[in-house]
């Protein structure tokens, strides 16, 4: 990720703004967003905060084509859980505030270095494991990576596109086993 896709106070301001703005607009995002607003509706965190957190995530798992939004779903969930649990607002403040001022405009290189620092803290895992969970389960990120969901309740794999792996080698009839519906 380049310096240009830093979010800072501004940026996140802007990226939370459009988000409204295609979500108040009706746009198919509005399917897919958090919530409408979410940006505004920060409960216990601030927009510093908010913005820090977004760019933490983003620089733990770095995905080019993701849209903010899905990093946004991760902000939002760590939000509620400040606002629920003085502990966990104290932590994410805490935590936050050891990353140093700035960290959302910071450099790819001086933010890696700064979560490196701070990798063995409560803080960090906490956060890792909520952006690993929160983010990957976003339907953002399904639309981004092609995940269509569980099969099972679409009657499995095997008769809805088992065979649409691009990436490895079509497999001769003869080896393909026993097809479905077929008497062996």
Do not use: C
């Amino acid at each position: 990720m380049s310096s240009t896709d830093v979010v800072g106070r501004r940026g996140f301001l802007k990226v939370t703004g459009v988000l409204t703005g295609y979500l108040a607009a009706g746009s198919p995002l509005a399917l897919l967003a958090p919530s409408r607003a979410w940006a505004l509706d920060l409960m216990a965190l601030t927009s510093e905060q908010g913005a820090a957190l977004l760019t933490m995530a983003r620089t733990i798992l770095p995905h080019d084509g993701l849209e903010n939004a899905a990093y946004a779903a991760v902000v939002h969930s760590a939000d509620a859980d400040a606002a629920r649990d003085a502990a966990a607002r104290k932590s994410y403040s805490d935590g936050i505030a050891s990353l140093g001022g700035g960290f959302a405009s910071a450099s790819e290189e001086q933010r890696v270095a700064a979560l490196k620092k701070i990798e063995p803290s409560a803080f960090f895992q906490q956060f890792r494991v909520k952006a690993l969970s929160v983010l990957y389960s976003t339907p953002f990120a399904y639309a981004h990576f092609g995940y269509e969901g569980e099969a099972f309740s679409k009657g499995g794999y095997l008769t809805r596109g088992f065979n649409d792996l691009r990436w490895l080698p079509e497999v001769p009839l003869s080896d393909a086993g026993p097809m479905p519906g077929t008497a062996s």
